[in-house]
């Protein structure tokens, strides 16, 4: 039985965005009028003063040429002071913006791990450990906050299901696991919705496919799954192993890397386990 109730459409709080005066035409009309005022002003005043200046000289049709140029040359440096400033209070703005999306998921991350006793930290250790190892596969650093987030959300489906399944003090039987494995199809249904985040939803839809094609919930098989969901399943696991569970307690290492190893090719991409295992290698020699 699906227990997940579906997205209720948002009421629209906000006016008709065409009844509102973008705020981007509004900054180019500022300049406009402002660049058209100081134009006529100039006009002006510089030509009355000229001939004031040089009554009856063949000079001042020198000058008049000139002080077009100089109007010119002043008013081009002005605008791009005022456009520069402008894109850099967006720019800032923006960033702050995506500051404030990002503490908002890592909230709803720790509210996930909370409901489930031997999960602390698990979505941060996670998403800090794949961002290292999307590194060290080389992969685009544009790409990075976005696995990260990806990696940060991945359990975000367990919010459809139940607590007694979460908290359940064992493996589960067949009853329990068809209501788990419905998390990655509920992680689509809310994350598909939210523009930010829709790049980030191939680590949460997939990261329980297996190299094999034996995984959930399509059944997709070596290159077909997503990279970055192949490099988040060998981190889940292997956080999942070295972890205390209330039914178990953690492997250490070494058993843990040998678990990840025995799963290359059938679980997990080769390839992947290969760099996660120099990875490994490398934060061991630097910790030691």
Not at 13 to 20: D, K
Not at 26 to 53: G, H, N, P, Q
Not at 91 to 107: F, H, K, M, V
Not at 225 to 253: C, G, K, N
Request: net charge negative; aromatic share 10%.
């Amino acid at each position: 039985m699906n227990t997940y109730t579906p997205r209720v459409p948002i009421p629209e709080l906000h006016a008709p965005r065409q009844a509102l005066v973008p705020r981007h035409f509004d900054f180019a009309a500022k300049i406009a009028a402002i660049y058209l005022l100081a134009s006529i002003l100039w006009i002006i005043s510089s030509d009355r003063l000229v001939d004031w200046m040089l009554p009856h000289s063949d000079f001042a049709t020198w000058v008049h040429s000139a002080k077009g140029l100089v109007f010119v040359s002043i008013s081009a440096v002005v605008l791009f002071l005022a456009v520069h400033l402008y894109i850099k209070k967006l720019a800032s703005s923006a960033e702050q913006l995506e500051q404030a999306w990002d503490e908002s998921l890592l909230g709803w991350a720790m509210a996930m791990d909370a409901r489930e006793p031997d999960m602390a930290q698990h979505s941060q250790r996670v998403a800090s450990l794949t961002v290292m190892l999307a590194r060290a596969m080389n992969v685009s650093a544009s790409d990075l906050p976005t696995i990260y987030r990806g990696a940060l959300l991945h359990d975000i489906g367990k919010i459809g299901v139940p607590d007694a399944v979460l908290q359940f003090p064992g493996p589960l039987d067949e009853e329990q696991w068809v209501l788990m494995r419905q998390h990655p199809e509920i992680a689509m249904s809310i994350l598909a919705p939210i523009a930010f985040l829709k790049d980030a939803m191939e680590i949460p839809y997939c990261h329980h496919e297996r190299w094999d094609g034996t995984g959930y919930p399509q059944g997709l098989r070596g290159q077909e799954i997503p990279l970055w969901a192949r490099m988040f399943a060998v981190i889940d696991v292997f956080d999942a192993l070295t972890s205390e569970r209330i039914y178990r307690p953690a492997l250490p290492m070494p058993e843990a890397l040998a678990h990840i190893r025995a799963g290359s090719g059938t679980h997990f991409d080769p390839t992947v386990v290969d760099a996660f295992d120099r990875l490994m290698q490398d934060l061991q020699v630097q910790i030691h």
